[in-house]
C-alpha cells in the first residue's frame, strides 16, 4: 500500500485526538471536518489548561485567526507543553502579517519551532521576510512564487512548510512535492483552510510530518474534487465535503501527490 494511503487508513484506525487552538470562526466547521476525515477534535485553547492537555494529546495545532491576549497565552503555554512532551504541533499564522500585534504573535510561535508550518501563499512570503501582496486573510500571491520562501523557511527552522493554494506545495527543506485538487468552492466556505490545520494535526499525531503533511493537502483535495459536482453552491458545498472526507478512498490519494 501506498504511503499516503497507509496514513490515511491508520488514522482512521487510531482516530488520533487533536488539540486544536483554532479562531471562533472556525470552531465548528473545523472539528466536524476532523471528525469526518478520522480524528478527534479538542478545542482547548485558555492558559489555564492548554498546557496540561496537550499531555493528552497526539497532536497540537494552533491558527492565529482571532487573537486576543488570554489566547496568545494559551497558544505559548501549549506549544512550550508540546515542546516539553515531544508532542508535535501545526502552526498556521493567519494574516500574521496585516498588524504589529499579530506579527510579533507569529513570530514569537515560530520562535518555538513548530514541527509544521502551514500557509497561504501571501503568509509564508511575509514570514520569510519577502514582499507580499496578501490582503487580510487572503492570499495576494501564487503557490509558485512562495515555493523558494517555503524551502527557506523548511531549511532555516527545521520544519515541513505547507503552501496551499489552487496546487499545494509541501517541503521540509531536502524533499518536496506538490498536491493537486480540490475546488475552487473550498475558498469560498469559512474555515477550509483552518480546518485542514487540524488535519494536518491527526495525520502528524501517526505519522512523519512531511508525509503526514502530504496525506492531508491530498485527502483535502480529493474531497474537494468530489464535493463539487454534487454541490449547487457554496452552502451545499459544505454539506457534500464533509461527506466527501468521510468517504474518501485511501486508494485514490496517491495520485493527487506529485514529488519534486
Not at 477534535?41 to 485558555?46: G, I
Not at 505559548?76 to 502579517?97: I, K, R, S, Y
Not at 492570499?139 to 496546487?167: F, I, K, N, Y
Not at 480540490?182 to 508525509?211: K, N, R, S, Y
Amino acid at each position: 500500500m501506498d504511503q499516503t494511503a497507509q496514513i490515511l487508513t491508520q488514522m482512521r484506525a487510531q482516530t488520533p485526538l487533536v488539540q486544536c487552538i483554532t479562531n471562533f470562526v472556525a470552531m465548528n466547521f473545523a472539528a466536524n471536518a476532523l471528525l469526518a476525515a478520522g480524528g478527534a477534535p479538542a478545542m482547548v485553547h485558555t492558559a489555564e489548561e492548554s498546557g496540561d492537555f496537550v499531555a493528552h494529546a497526539g497532536a497540537l495545532t494552533i491558527n492565529i485567526g482571532t487573537l486576543s491576549p488570554d489566547w496568545r497565552r494559551g497558544m505559548v503555554t501549549a506549544a512550550q507543553a508540546a515542546n516539553a512532551t515531544g508532542t508535535p504541533w501545526v502552526l498556521d499564522p493567519v494574516a500574521h502579517f496585516a498588524t504589529p500585534y499579530r506579527s510579533a504573535a507569529a513570530q514569537e510561535l515560530l520562535a518555538l519551532g513548530p514541527t509544521i508550518l502551514r500557509g497561504n501563499a501571501s503568509e509564508i512570503l511575509a514570514l520569510a521576510g519577502e514582499t507580499s501582496a496578501g490582503r487580510g486573510v487572503d492570499a495576494g500571491d501564487t503557490v509558485t512564487a512562495a515555493e523558494g520562501a517555503a524551502r527557506s523557511l523548511a531549511q532555516t527552522h527545521g520544519m515541513t512548510v505547507a503552501v496551499t493554494g489552487a496546487t499545494d506545495y509541501v517541503t521540509d527543506g531536502s524533499q518536496a512535492a506538490r498536491i493537486t485538487g480540490g475546488d475552487p468552492l473550498m475558498a469560498q466556505v469559512t474555515a477550509t483552510g483552518c480546518a485542514l490545520t487540524c488535519l494536518i494535526g491527526a495525520t502528524t499525531a501517526i505519522a512523519p510530518p512531511f508525509h503526514a503533511t502530504s496525506t492531508a493537502l491530498a485527502l483535502f483535495a480529493e474531497a474537494g474534487a468530489t464535493a463539487t459536482p454534487k454541490a449547487q453552491g457554496p452552502g451545499s458545498f459544505a454539506m457534500h465535503f464533509l461527506d466527501a472526507l468521510a468517504a474518501a478512498d485511501p486508494a485514490s490519494l496517491p495520485a493527487r501527490v506529485q514529488p519534486i
